[in-house]
């Protein structure tokens, strides 16, 4: 593991989170692996992806999660310009939630 460039260390992080089970098990290895505070800024960027996706305003967004109008933006650009990865992790949520 000496020497790992950045995309091999992200990669090792993405087969770690893919060998949890259960949430349990994910929550557990989100709350040792970052501080609270990273834990709620991820929290709140998919609530505002959520929120975008339900076609919300940025200031009704901003008002609800405490993001900056930046920090949405950013979040906006990578729906519409990103690798999908809120949309698909949005859409797997709402297919859930309707079974």
């Not at 989170?17 to 990273?38: A, I, N």
């Not at 650009?77 to 698909?88: H, L, Q």
Request: aromatic residues 6%; proline residues 1%.
């Amino acid at each position: 593991m000496k020497n790992l460039n950045q995309d091999e260390l992200l990669e090792y992080l993405c087969q770690g989170l893919l060998t949890l089970q259960t949430p349990e098990e994910c929550r557990h290895f989100l709350e040792d692996l970052c501080t609270v505070s990273e834990l709620q800024e991820m929290s709140r960027r998919l609530l505002a992806a959520k929120m975008l996706m339900d076609n919300h305003i940025y200031t009704e967004i901003a008002s609800q999660t405490g993001l900056s109008t930046a920090t949405i933006s950013r979040v906006n650009r990578c729906i519409k310009y990103g690798n999908d990865g809120y949309v698909k992790v949005l859409d797997r949520l709402n297919r859930k939630a309707h079974r």
